[in-house]
């Protein structure tokens, strides 16, 4: 302890304590991260010279004592010369320090750079940027894209607005995108989330949605420590994952500037990642709602070369209306000025100017790195032997070789060691990498940053090259023995800090030990990064590890065993079925099973056929999932696992309901039932397939046997906490209850639908939200809150339509095509309808095909097209003969419609007839009514106007008890019909003025929705 307390740590905690600080507000003063203040108390890190010129300013060190500080933060010489304060000092010692050590510090490393360069050429686009941040006051915000080439001065002009910004006072975010970074997924979201939360307290944090918060802390573990217990994460699909995690990033960016102008800044944005770029995007398309200016620089040449960023770069000038801002080369005025400003008195040479112009063509890191070598004294002027200008890469290196060459010999392996470590890097790292002596090292990196090659950040003890040219220069002449033991080096490194944050560091360790040669690592870390990118659900870059993984482990078979190296392509082939490359998929998984099928290990080849037959399901390729999944049952059966089985008879069902064969999934639904009930299952196992039954009896127009399935489910999902069947229970007891295909129970549906949406919403069960936001709203339609169910359903379409989920937007086009329908919109119905099917079509989807063709059918004839009705009559008997009287009845219904429509009473009381068999037994209160309303109807035509009294009297409570509200106006505008028919006009008057008010009700309930109603009255 002795020896503690004449260490800088201690001294600086003693101090830091005598003036009340926390570490936190002693780093905010000093613009370094709290870690780096944390880092320094425990002797486990060394400031740098201009931190530690911060760190006297903002502890108010007597000038007196100045020297012997900065000795002593760079272990000169022992703290006993320095002076202690055993009591804080009073406010009035704290208000004394200049105001600049408690200015808000700059929120990036973008504004940090110092620049002595004078700042030219870019006048017109500068004052462009500063009338954008001007006009923020107005409430919109805006969108910039800055290009140029390589070192064309993107960064000086971001820095320049950076500076602006900090001087207007205006919260400021802005990070950089890193080559080597490149496929380590969302590394410049990170740097956004990590300087974000800086500008946010805990208060703040909380007041945000947990789920939100637990997407950042997925990303940044910072938030978790601040707010802790926030949810588990579900694993639904990814791009529900990415959009959840944009909407997360963007709140957290909006909370920071506390309803303040902002600008938010990204450099190089031609190396982000996909998953970035999707965050990034959604950043810009989100813009001009607000008063933000968002910047993204990149290099143009990145448009031509990479197909990807080029269709980002178009997306971002289409969806958000971005402004194109292209750099261009200096012109000879501002060389001019820039030699004159920088250029050595002893270089007047005549025509300097001109000809650094010519050789440089005006690229402003070209002209500077001549212009500081010929400073330097580093190369001379040769007389030019014509006056064409000199090939500018060839320059270029040339220059930076030559600046290369006057670093001392003995600290350039230093340098070389940083330009393997990558373009930013640390001093721990570095100095764990080389084992040099902390002050000598330290002393080395001072150097490279009094001669620019290295730019210090302002944490403190982080560093990166002042352009990246520099660094390629530098590594790619390592000879390439030593460059391979160097990034073996590195590696080890890397490997011995085993921080919390390890995972991160994964693709930066497979990329190290692949350019060292060590194969065996290379392939553990390739693995490991597409493992953490698989479970960021950054699929892309989770395929981009994995596949450079394959071809390691083929190129260098010796590298691993045999069992390894198919563990690689069964992670693989998971990854492309979860990314929706099926082909790809599908080739993987058929090879892990032939080896597993050849070595006899039967149980994980039925493991691995129903990990393929549910890759294809998720594919819509029911014909190869049902072969995979017959194989895998056949297998569990054989081996008599009954568990398994169960669980594969569950699979199968639901692949046999989605291609329609309602009959087959029947059946598998019963065989796992029996199974669970005879074993006595209450696991996973038993809710799936009690789960599946109800839907098969749904699907059969048996609503009150399916709800008694689901609530089992339901039950014995709650026993295991499983929140995902308990919601997706829940929302199938709401579509039961629905009156177009179930109980007609409107007050439970939505009382169920809603209970399903606080879970899924509190457990981010996102797969749910679709079906379960149509259902809700379906019912709102039914019930006669039309306008309030067409905007969300329009809502629900597009964010299904944004996630490619066809099943659900085919259960959408179906509730339009009811609610349309419903308010007379003919046109507007075959419009949607047509969409519908175009998709299923498209994509070979056939689910609930037979509901929208009815509801094409029923609109067309409505507008008096004359059609055949042999294609819905065919429907019907397909759906009679697959058991999906769910689908039956909406093709009855509809026959019965359009035959009334044609004057054939027959034929509709006959439909009618039909549809009250089924409804009638089965409880479908709703579909009665709808029944006996078409029965009513023919008899009316047919003047039998006493049963037709009776038939529309009992449509007509059954209407008015269920609360469905167009049904409700149809059956008594037929009673007036009736009672008309029969000369009671007083009664008639009755009925026609109930449907009346109904429509002017129906008509209220869409103001504001942008539909006008064409209800057609008696």
Request: aromatic share 6%; hydrophobic share 45%.
């Amino acid at each position: 302890m002795e020896d503690r307390t004449h260490s800088f740590g201690y001294w600086l905690r003693r101090r830091r304590k005598s003036l009340d600080l926390t570490q936190e507000a002693l780093a905010q003063r000093v613009c370094c991260s709290g870690f780096t203040i944390r880092k320094i108390e425990a002797d486990e890190r060394r400031p740098s010279r201009r931190l530690a010129e911060r760190l006297a300013v903002s502890l108010a060190i007597p000038e007196v004592e100045r020297r012997d500080f900065l000795d002593a933060a760079r272990a000169l010489h022992a703290t006993n010369r320095l002076q202690l304060d055993l009591t804080p000092v009073g406010v009035g010692a704290r208000t004394a320090a200049p105001a600049t050590s408690i200015l808000h510090p700059p929120d990036s490393a973008i504004g940090a750079a110092s620049d002595t360069a004078p700042f030219v050429g870019r006048s017109n686009e500068y004052g462009l940027l500063i009338g954008l941040i001007a006009r923020l006051t107005a409430g919109a915000g805006y969108t910039v894209l800055i290009e140029g080439e390589p070192g064309i001065g993107k960064s000086r002009l971001l820095r320049e607005v950076t500076r602006y910004a900090h001087a207007q006072d205006l919260p400021t975010l802005a990070t950089n995108c890193y080559e080597i970074e490149r496929a380590m997924p969302y590394q410049p979201v990170i740097g956004l989330v990590t300087r974000a939360l800086d500008r946010v307290s805990d208060a703040v944090l909380r007041a945000m949605s947990p789920v939100s918060l637990a997407e950042l802390a997925a990303l940044v573990p910072e938030v978790g420590e601040r707010i802790p217990d926030l949810p588990q994460l579900s694993k639904d699909f990814p791009e529900a994952r990415q959009a959840r995690l944009s909407r997360a990033v963007d709140q957290l960016l909006e909370a920071s500037r506390s309803g303040r102008p902002a600008v938010f800044m990204v450099d190089d944005i031609q190396w982000a990642d996909d998953a970035s770029a999707q965050v990034l995007h959604y950043l810009a398309r989100h813009a001009a709602q607000r008063a933000v200016l968002v910047i993204y620089a990149y290099r143009d040449e990145a448009v031509d070369s990479d197909e990807r960023f080029a269709q980002l770069v178009e997306s971002l000038r289409r969806d958000t209306d971005a402004r194109r801002m292209p750099l261009a080369r200096l012109g000879y005025a501002d060389t001019e000025s820039l030699v004159a400003a920088l250029a050595d008195a002893n270089l007047g040479v005549p025509g300097l100017a001109e000809r650094l112009h010519r050789e440089t063509e005006g690229n402003p890191f070209f002209l500077m790195s001549i212009l500081q070598s010929l400073s330097d004294g580093e190369t001379q002027l040769e007389p030019h032997a014509s006056g064409a200008p000199g090939l500018l890469p060839d320059a270029l290196r040339a220059a930076v070789r030559v600046r290369l060459a006057h670093v001392p010999k003995a600290i350039r392996p230093l340098l070389e060691t940083a330009a393997v470590l990558g373009r930013r890097f640390d001093f721990d790292t570095l100095l764990d990498v080389t084992r040099e002596p902390e002050a000598p090292l330290l002393d080395a990196v001072e150097a490279f940053v009094k001669r620019r090659l290295l730019r210090e950040e302002p944490e403190g003890g982080v560093y990166d090259f002042s352009h990246d040219k520099l660094r390629e220069v530098l590594y790619r002449d390592i000879g390439g023995a030593r460059r391979r033991l160097l990034h073996q080096s590195v590696a080890e490194a890397l490997e011995r800090r085993g921080d919390d944050a390890m995972h991160e560091r994964d693709a930066e360790l497979a990329e190290h030990y692949e350019r060292a040669h060590v194969w065996s690592k290379a392939l553990h870390y390739l693995v490991l990064a597409g493992e953490h990118s698989q479970m960021l659900f950054a699929m892309r870059d989770a395929l981009h590890w994995l596949d450079r993984a394959v071809a390691l482990s083929e190129a260098h078979p010796e590298s691993l065993d045999a069992r390894q190296r198919l563990a690689i392509y069964e992670q693989r082939g998971a990854a492309r079925a979860q990314a929706g490359q099926t082909q790809g998929a599908v080739v993987d998984m058929r090879r892990v099973i032939d080896v597993l099928r050849a070595g006899g290990e039967r149980a994980k080849t039925r493991d691995a056929l129903i990990q393929l037959g549910m890759a294809y399901r998720r594919a819509d390729q029911y014909e190869e999932a049902t072969s995979c999944l017959t194989e895998a049952l056949a297998e569990s059966r054989a081996m008599n696992d009954e568990r398994h089985a169960a669980d594969t008879l569950y699979h199968l069902g639901t692949v046999a309901w989605s291609t329609g064969q309602n009959n087959q999934a029947i059946g598998f639904h019963q065989q796992a039932v029996e199974i669970c009930e005879r074993t006595g299952f209450t696991d996973l196992v038993a809710v799936q397939a009690y789960h599946g039954r109800g839907e098969a009896h749904f699907a059969n127009a048996e609503p009150a046997a399916a709800i008694a399935c689901y609530t089992r489910s339901l039950a014995l999902a709650r026993g295991i906490g499983d929140k995902s069947y308990e919601s997706e229970n829940l929302m199938m007891i709401g579509h039961a209850c629905i009156g177009t295909r179930g109980l007609g129970d409107y007050p439970r549906a939505t009382a169920s639908f809603e209970a399903a949406l606080d879970i899924a919403r509190a457990a981010d069960l996102q797969w749910h939200f679709g079906p379960t936001l149509l259902g809700l709203d379906h019912a709102r339609a039914c019930t006669g809150r039309y306008g309030e169910a067409w905007i969300s359903m329009q809502k629900t379409l597009h964010w299904l339509e944004s996630l490619s989920q066809v099943r659900y937007q085919l259960i959408a086009f179906d509730c339009i095509g009811h609610l349309l329908l419903d308010l007379g919109l003919n046109e507007l119905a075959v419009e949607h309808l047509e969409h519908g099917l175009a998709l299923g079509r498209d994509t070979g989807i056939l689910f609930w095909r037979a509901a929208i063709d009815t509801h094409l059918v029923v609109a067309r004839s409505r507008l008096g097209q004359k059609l055949s009705t042999q294609a819905l009559q065919t429907t019907l008997e397909q759906a009679c003969r697959t058991s999906e009287r769910y689908m039956m009845v909406r093709c009855l219904d509809g026959l019965a419609e359009i035959a009334l429509a044609a004057g054939d009473a027959s034929r509709c009381r006959a439909y009618g007839g039909e549809l009250l068999a089924i409804a009638e037994p089965n409880g479908l209160r709703e579909l009665e009514a709808v029944a006996r309303r078409w029965r009513g109807e023919a008899m009316l035509m047919e003047e039998e106007y006493r049963e037709a009294q009776v038939e529309l009297s009992r449509a007509a409570a059954l209407a008015q008890d269920i609360g469905r509200v167009r049904l409700q106006m149809d059956v008594q505008a037929a009673l007036a019909r009736l009672l008309a028919a029969q000369g009671q006009r007083d009664a008639a008057q009755c009925h026609d003025a109930k449907v009346r008010a109904i429509a002017e009700a129906i008509e209220k309930s869409l103001e504001y929705s942008g539909l006008e109603a064409r209800l057609r009255m008696n």
